[in-house]
């Protein structure tokens, strides 16, 4: 049964009578400490940029622990966002992050179940939408401000899925969204991108992204692109479907954007499939050629990166690129409470931030522009908390009006015809489907961390029941909301760590040896010293299967001694059978995989989780990015 609209109310937060309250802010330059009213941010120089990323499909506000283990190795030891729990805490204190704090709430993981109860849910479009406002306001006006995003919006929600992020454009539309870069944006099918890009009202930019010339010396993406008045080919010459950057004025002050996408898009995501047309890479040499082609022929006022490639490989580009001011990062989900200061080659300076993800915080990025340059800034990366504000009217209308969509036979689920769309859900309307309350939870659900989290255990078992499989192997991506203890798992929450165009379940057999391989290939992409070569997620989580990990160590030697839950060694030589989902280059035949976890917290009405398969670490002791880890550290 579905929320009635005074609950659905309720639920997305009802504010504060008198509009935005709050306790603790930014005040000084880049610093925090106590003020009324934390979304008045007095205007600073002459243009303010207003960031979000990540938000994956969640419209609604929603609960997001912070990882406790997010570990630095190499150049990025000890630093933040490399540094977490109690260890982050107490560098926030030095800048008036206090404990308890709503501040230490958002960026921590600290205390976590007693201030999401103390504080409630962050984030929510009706929220932002009210927050950009004044922000806006703040500064003087729209006419001084520019709203970019860091990409991921897309998709990650029931809503987002169904509507194949139709629901994610006009929402960005409303919250007056300039510019964007992509990287799930593009694992809808080519088609639907470019139709969306055709309704979103801001710059869709990807500098990084080319035409394969397999498309270009045939007919038939040329015809598609027609169909979308020419959106897909912005330089046939050149080979870009879309624009690489854009002029912004802001402020009086002519602004250059330039636009990356998620490099690694076609080896994380199935190209053949949703974008066969298209290519990805870093592209740092013809991002540096870019630059300098702007700031000869543009003569802009500043040049920013609005981008998609990871914090850690945004501050290597920034280290080795002449000329960018600051980079605005998504994908690896950091809420950056300060940017970094990065020096450049010509010993200028870049400043790198990230802001998080699930709609749960607002970067606030003012410059005070002289002569062709930046000659100060601030920084407020804003957390926010759903209870501290108004909601936003036309934003709660517009997303009222999604939910009451009815499931109808032309929603499509997957890639598989045979689970693309759900019978037993049709004539329900969306929020009937996503109301649904499958159990209870007696332990907070999580998933963000390097390694397992409690939500990817629900898979991973999920899994093995579905298909009676040895092991389990869920993708380590990093998007999903939490579930506190104690509180009940609604379809919502399932959705928004599951929803995905190619969410098929599967099934295979796999040798000892082979198992190995696997894990010490995502290991090497997740922990290889050189962020150019690192994937940007994390581990893949395993099911039935112990293993001790190595982060530091080298190449093919990271995992060893590997366990099934009896403790019994793999055997290396034997066949086993694995469970999984979301595979990239062939098409898993099971039932998606949202439809066979809610099937098994269905059955577990008041979930505990008799064992998560946390792997033994090795060697990170020491390290700050770990903190209360509940596996065994040696």
């Known amino acids: 049964m579905g929320l009635s609209r005074r609950e659905f109310l309720k639920v997305i937060g009802a504010g504060s009578a008198t509009g935005l309250i709050g306790t603790g802010c930014f005040n000084k330059s880049n610093a925090l400490s106590g003020q009324d009213n934390i979304y008045e941010v007095p205007q600073f120089g002459n243009a303010r940029i207003l960031h979000i990323t990540d938000v994956h499909g969640n419209l609604l506000p929603n609960y997001f622990r912070e990882p406790n283990v997010n570990l630095g190795l190499g150049d990025a030891y000890g630093k933040i966002p490399h540094v977490v729990g109690k260890k982050l805490l107490k560098e926030l204190e030095s800048i008036g992050v206090k404990p308890g704090s709503p501040e230490a709430y958002a960026f921590t993981c600290v205390d976590f179940e007693e201030l999401a109860a103390k504080y409630g849910k962050t984030g929510g479009f009706p929220q932002i939408k ?5 922000l806006r306001e703040g500064a003087g006006g729209s006419q001084n401000t520019l709203t970019v995003d860091g990409g991921d919006t897309w998709q990650g929600s029931g809503t987002s899925l169904w509507t194949r992020g139709a629901d994610m ?27 969306n890009i055709g309704f979103f009202k801001g710059d869709f930019l990807g500098q990084n992204v080319r035409i394969l010339e397999d498309a270009l010396m045939g007919d038939k993406y040329f015809s598609m692109v027609e169909k979308f008045d020419g959106r897909g ?6 080979a870009r479907p879309f624009k690489p950057y854009v002029i912004k004025n802001v402020g009086g002050n002519r602004i250059a954007v330039i636009g990356q996408a998620f490099p690694r898009t076609s080896n994380a995501n199935p190209q053949a499939y949703f974008f066969p047309d298209w290519s990805f890479g870093l592209r740092d040499r013809e991002m540096a050629e870019l630059v300098q082609e702007i700031r000869e022929n543009e003569k802009p006022d500043a ?93 709660v209308s517009f997303i009222e009006k999604t939910r009451n969509t009815k499931y109808d036979e032309n929603v499509i689920e997957a890639r598989s015809s045979k689970v693309s769309n759900n019978k037993s859900r049709l004539g329900k309307t969306y929020g009937q489907i996503l109301d649904e309350k499958l159990c209870s939870t007696e332990q907070t659900l999580y998933r963000r961390s390097n390694f397992q989290g409690t939500w990817d255990q629900v898979l991973c078992n999920s899994l093995r029941e579905e298909y009676n499989a040895d092991f389990s192997m869920s993708a380590g991506v990093r998007w999903g909301t939490s579930v506190p203890a104690g509180h009940d798992v609604t379809m919502e929450d399932l959705m928004t760590n599951t929803s995905m165009t190619y969410g098929e379940t599967y099934v295979s057999e796999m040798t000892g040896e082979q198992l190995k391989n696997v894990l010490e290939g995502i290991a090497e992409n997740l922990f290889v010293k050189d962020p150019y070569l690192q994937s940007g997620g994390d581990m893949v989580r395993m099911g039935g299967l112990d293993y001790t990990i190595e982060p530091d160590g080298n190449l093919g030697e990271r995992i ?5 839950d009896n403790g019994t060694p793999i055997d290396m030589k034997k066949t086993y059978t694995v469970s999984g989902w979301a595979q990239v280059n062939t098409v898993g035949e099971g039932r998606l995989m949202w439809d066979v976890a809610a099937d ?34 040696i």
């Not at 080919?233 to 050149?238: C, G, K, P």
């Not at 290597?316 to 000329?323: E, L, Q, R, V």
């Not at 059955?603 to 990015?625: F, Q």
Request: with cysteine.
């Open 233 to 238: 080919l912005y330089n046939e010459d050149e």
């Open 169 to 195: 454009v006009e929402a960005c539309n409303i919250l007056g969204v300039d510019v964007m870069v992509g990287h799930w944006e593009f694992t809808y099918k080519e088609e639907e991108t470019l139709k």
């Open 303 to 395: 040049v920013i990166v609005v981008s998609h490639n990871g914090m850690d490989v945004d501050i290597k580009m920034a280290s080795t690129i002449d000329g960018i001011d600051a980079i605005f990062g998504g994908h690896t989900h950091d809420g950056m409470p300060l940017p970094v200061e990065v020096k450049t080659p010509n010993g200028g300076v870049c400043l790198v931030t990230n802001a998080g993800c699930s709609g749960k915080y607002i970067g606030v990025m003012d410059f005070d522009i002289k002569n062709k340059k930046i000659v100060d800034y601030k920084y407020k990366m804003l957390p926010i908390l759903t209870n501290m504000i108004k909601p936003d009217t036309e934003m």
């Open 130 to 134: 009210t927050v950009l406002e004044q």
């Open 560 to 564: 060893s001694e590997m366990k099934d």
């Open 600 to 633: 098994y917290l269905r059955k577990n009405k008041n979930l505990k989780l008799s064992k998560v398969n946390h792997p033994t670490i090795k060697g990170v002791k020491d390290n700050p990015g770990i903190e209360d880890y509940a596996g065994e550290l």
